[in-house]
């Protein structure tokens, strides 16, 4: 039974796994697989050492199996396959109004609490959510990230016969795109990579690189002139936060994704001028890990595409290192204990 703790900037170190037994509420978790996400990244690299404090076990994108209940859990037996919505409400403020997936005090399990890369797990038995049999533990791994992307696009308002823009083809836009294809949407996918516009392209996306031809004209052709219903920013990038208020139609959307750590000049003209709107888009709500677990029971998403390499635990600093060599992989999944 082992952990791997994130030691300091660039150090990953396994250990053993601490015995947490479950409180009143908490569910004791066997975790199967584990994936790594650009959260996770970043705390590596040593930029949220505010949050997290080494030596610290992190890491989110988990499928576990119940394996010992708390007092007063109801609803979940040991045995049963379950994903971690990874967030704990804290104390109620006034400026929450109710929405505890974005609270004042929220706490980001895996960040500012004990994470998932580690043999076992304890967790709030609220946070769980049951995986069907036809969705396997590898897959149950990329629920997390696609609820994120569910709830990108129910916040998007998105309709049928609408069209889309994703600025940014890493694992997050490629999931939106999938998940609005999904709801009827005509998708465009923006990204510069050759490897991740290739995969797109696997997925039958249309998409458009933006150094070898003018992103607008693309979007134009794409819409034939009606321009984009809606555009998801999510490549963190200053060039994407300049193009996303090109690209949308009088009153269109856009939905801000992308974690941006700097402040970004935007061109608030075109707010005016267009009566555009933009929401951001922070976490996600109950009902987005049950739609994605609906969307990953229905086998219509190309799920194994999207995981780059499965690694035993032991293997987590190797992991990390790979991911900075070769940053253009979709998802890496950690195998947290033999099957």
Same mark, same amino acid.
């Given at each position: 039974?082992? %952990? &791997?703790?994130?030691?300091?900037?660039?150090?990953?170190?396994?250990? &053993?796994? @601490?015995?947490?037994?479950?409180?009143?509420?908490?569910?004791?978790?066997?975790?199967?697989?584990?994936?790594?996400?650009? !959260?996770?990244? =970043?705390? +590596?690299?040593?930029?949220?050492?505010?949050?997290? =404090?080494?030596?610290?076990?992190?890491?989110?994108?988990?499928?576990?199996?119940?394996?010992?209940?708390?007092?007063?859990?109801?609803?979940?037996?040991?045995?049963?396959?379950?994903?971690?919505?990874?967030?704990?409400?804290?104390?109620?403020?006034?400026?929450?109004?109710?929405?505890?997936?974005?609270?004042?005090?929220?706490?980001?399990?895996?960040?500012?609490?004990?994470?998932?890369?580690?043999?076992?797990?304890?967790?709030?038995?609220? !946070?769980?959510?049951?995986?069907?049999?036809?969705?396997?533990?590898?897959?149950?791994?990329?629920? @997390?990230?696609?609820?994120?992307?569910?709830?990108?696009?129910?916040?998007?308002? #998105?309709?049928?016969? /609408?069209?889309?823009?994703?600025?940014?083809?890493?694992?997050?836009?490629?999931?939106?795109?999938?998940?609005?294809?999904?709801?009827?949407? =005509?998708?465009?996918?923006?990204?510069?990579?050759?490897?991740?516009?290739?995969?797109?392209?696997?997925?039958?996306?249309?998409?458009?690189?933006?150094? /070898?031809?003018? #992103?607008?004209?693309?979007?134009?052709?794409?819409?034939?002139? %009606?321009?984009?219903?809606?555009?998801?920013?999510?490549? $963190? !990038?200053? %060039?994407?936060?300049?193009?996303?208020?090109?690209?949308?139609?009088?009153?269109?959307?856009?939905?801000?994704? &992308?974690? =941006?750590?700097?402040?970004?000049?935007?061109?608030?003209?075109?707010? +005016?001028?267009?009566?555009?709107?933009?929401?951001?888009?922070?976490?996600?709500?109950?009902?987005?890990? @049950?739609? &994605?677990?609906?969307?990953?029971?229905? $086998?219509? #998403?190309?799920?194994? *595409?999207?995981?780059?390499?499965?690694?035993?635990? /032991?293997?987590?600093?190797?992991?990390? @290192?790979?991911?900075?060599?070769?940053?253009?992989?979709?998802?890496?999944?950690?195998?947290?204990? *033999?099957?």
């Amino acid at each position: 039974m082992n %952990a &791997a703790y994130y030691e300091g900037p660039k150090i990953m170190r396994v250990g &053993a796994c @601490e015995y947490v037994p479950p409180g009143p509420g908490e569910v004791r978790l066997q975790v199967a697989y584990c994936g790594i996400c650009g !959260t996770d990244v =970043h705390i +590596f690299h040593g930029l949220m050492d505010r949050r997290v =404090h080494a030596p610290q076990v992190i890491g989110h994108e988990a499928s576990c199996e119940v394996a010992e209940l708390g007092a007063g859990v109801e609803g979940v037996a040991v045995g049963d396959r379950v994903v971690v919505r990874p967030l704990q409400p804290g104390q109620p403020a006034p400026v929450d109004h109710g929405f505890t997936h974005i609270a004042e005090n929220l706490k980001f399990i895996g960040i500012d609490t004990p994470g998932a890369l580690q043999s076992f797990w304890t967790v709030p038995a609220h !946070t769980l959510h049951r995986l069907p049999d036809a969705v396997s533990l590898e897959h149950g791994a990329l629920v @997390e990230p696609l609820a994120v992307a569910c709830h990108d696009v129910r916040l998007s308002g #998105l309709k049928p016969g /609408e069209h889309v823009v994703v600025i940014g083809g890493g694992p997050i836009g490629l999931l939106i795109a999938m998940v609005a294809r999904q709801k009827g949407g =005509h998708v465009l996918v923006s990204e510069v990579n050759p490897q991740r516009l290739a995969l797109a392209r696997e997925f039958n996306l249309a998409t458009v690189n933006p150094q /070898e031809e003018d #992103l607008l004209e693309a979007v134009g052709r794409f819409t034939d002139a %009606a321009y984009a219903d809606i555009v998801f920013e999510v490549s $963190g !990038t200053e %060039a994407g936060v300049a193009a996303m208020t090109q690209l949308p139609r009088i009153r269109g959307r856009i939905v801000m994704v &992308a974690i =941006h750590s700097q402040p970004r000049p935007v061109d608030l003209f075109r707010f +005016f001028w267009r009566e555009l709107q933009l929401s951001g888009a922070r976490t996600y709500e109950p009902e987005d890990f @049950e739609e &994605a677990i609906r969307l990953a029971a229905g $086998g219509s #998403l190309p799920l194994d *595409r999207l995981i780059t390499q499965i690694s035993p635990l /032991e293997e987590i600093q190797s992991v990390f @290192e790979s991911i900075d060599r070769s940053p253009t992989g979709m998802k890496h999944l950690v195998q947290c204990t *033999r099957r």
